[in-house]
């Protein structure tokens, strides 16, 4: 099993910047990307970025590559998402996510593609 905490989100004025974390622990070797997801209320969960753990590619949401950022330091099993330029409707609670598939089923997009998630953290963005 892999357990992930996410930590990071908070209150924040449109404009500023969060970034936030998430922690793996356990069965760490055995995940093969990391991902970033957020819901809304009333929304569907909704990718945001992934990270490959072997070659560290990064993939992101369209909407979101120009302000949002995946990083990981695997020597602490930490990967970061820091965001910049918030906007109110970023505001979400955001998921961290962990694939421990060795082949692709879905797609890092798809949150089927995922089987550890973290509690979630809620970001706020004022306007």
């Known amino acids: 099993q892999v357990q992930l905490v996410e930590s990071g989100g908070g209150l924040v004025q449109a404009g500023g910047s969060l970034r936030l974390s998430c922690v793996a622990s356990?069965?760490?070797?055995?995940?093969?990307?990391m991902g970033w997801f957020r819901q809304a209320p009333g929304n569907e969960r909704e990718f945001v970025a992934a990270?490959?753990?072997?070659?560290?590619?990064?993939y992101y949401a369209d909407s979101l590559k120009d302000r949002f950022t995946i990083s990981r330091d695997y020597a602490k099993n930490i990967v970061y998402l820091q965001m910049n330029s918030l906007k109110p409707e970023d505001t979400a609670v955001y998921y961290c996510?962990?694939?421990?598939?060795?082949?692709?089923?879905?797609?890092?997009?798809?949150?089927?593609?995922?089987?550890?998630w973290g509690q979630g953290t809620q970001v706020t963005v004022s306007s």
């Open positions: 990270i490959r753990r072997s070659s560290g590619n990064t």
């Open positions: 356990g069965r760490t070797f055995s995940t093969y990307a």
């Open positions: 996510a962990a694939d421990s598939n060795l082949g692709l089923a879905y797609g890092y997009a798809d949150a089927r593609e995922y089987a550890h």
